[in-house]
């Protein structure tokens, strides 16, 4: 079996809130917890949560603070083996074919595979942190082909046998949870959900990612943002909208708006659906008054 990845000095779901905080993610005790015993176990790490509560922004961080490139492999419908694991270069074995004459040669070596992210990772597994992002965006038969990596860290190609990974990889897995995935998968991961952040973290989210913005600020946004959020809206705002929608209503209010004036202004930063903006109109001035308050 490879060994399980080597973490240096991240010794506790602490440390690695701490550190991943001088890298700019602030994460809440479940995600330090789930994050540091994924790296400990040497399993993958499977985030799920609503748009933009920063499933994607995590890998990075992890990836950042172990001093590794981060690999992405983005799941889209329809993506197979040969997007995420490897290719063989077919013009390339067909020219050296037609160069070779009467000679014999290998048409399999390394000079003809071409490593996608899953490989890669598996080549190079003490520099790189593997994302799998969006899996719900893959079919379901896709999960099948990422089973015997997740659990062994290994890929078969039939043509050269079965590859193993030195060390085991960093795989931090993401999904919006559009459909369910497979129980298989699920239980070769550490699983954690990722919420909207409590206010007063995401306050903190919001002035780290954006130093122009006041604490106040910071404050009425994350209340109005959570207000928003209690209705049934198609398009929630993710944190990353807050955090724009708090950098945008500081700049409008720089050049000369009053607040609240400036957040109902910059509305289009926070709400990016019509029918949610329409909806949400009648309301507005009147929520904001309150946080702006
Ligand atoms: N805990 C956090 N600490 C710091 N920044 C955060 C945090 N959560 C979210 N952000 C900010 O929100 C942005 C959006 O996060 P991210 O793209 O990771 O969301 P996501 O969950 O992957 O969304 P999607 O499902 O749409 O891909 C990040 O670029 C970052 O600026
Ligand atoms: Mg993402």
Redesign the pocket.
């Known amino acids: 079996m490879p060994v399980r990845p080597s973490i240096a000095g991240i010794d506790s779901p602490d440390r690695l809130a701490e550190v991943?905080r001088d890298a700019?993610?602030?994460?809440?005790e479940g995600?330090s917890t789930a994050g540091y015993l994924a790296l400990a176990l040497g399993k993958p790490l499977l985030?799920e949560?609503?748009?933009?509560?920063?499933?994607?922004?995590?890998?990075?961080?992890i990836a950042s603070v172990l001093g590794r490139g981060l690999v992405r492999l983005q799941c889209y419908e329809g993506i197979d083996a040969s997007a995420a694991m490897y290719e063989w270069n077919f013009p390339r074995q067909m020219l050296a074919i037609r160069q070779a004459g009467e000679d014999f040669i290998n048409l399999y070596g390394d000079e003809y595979l071409i490593a996608r992210p899953m490989l890669q990772a598996l080549q190079n597994p003490r520099q790189t942190v593997l994302l799998i992002?969006?899996i719900d965006r893959a079919d379901p038969e896709f999960e099948a082909f990422l089973l015997e990596f997740l659990s062994d860290f290994t890929l078969s190609i039939p043509e050269r046998g079965t590859l193993r990974a030195e060390e085991h990889p960093v795989v931090v897995l993401?999904s919006?949870r559009t459909r369910e995935l497979h129980e298989a998968l699920r239980r070769r991961c550490v699983y954690h959900w990722?919420d909207y952040?409590a206010p007063a973290?995401?306050a903190?989210?919001v002035m780290?990612?954006a130093s122009t913005v006041a604490e106040r600020t910071a404050a009425a946004v994350v209340a109005a943002v959570n207000r928003l959020r209690a209705e049934p809206l198609a398009k929630p705002p993710?944190?990353?909208e807050?955090?724009e929608w708090a950098e945008a209503a500081t700049l409008l209010n720089a050049q000369g708006a009053a607040w609240p004036t400036a957040f109902a202004r910059a509305i289009g930063v926070a709400l990016k659906d019509q029918d949610d903006v329409s909806y949400v109109a009648p309301g507005l001035d009147a929520l904001l008054a309150e946080v702006a308050a």
Do not use: C, F, H, W
Not at 49 to 61: D, H, L, R, S, Y
């Open positions: 991943l700019q993610y602030i994460a809440d995600l985030l949560g609503a748009p933009g509560v920063g499933k994607t922004e995590a890998a990075k961080a992002d969006e993401t919006n990722i952040p973290l995401e903190q989210i780290m990612r993710g944190v990353a807050t955090v």
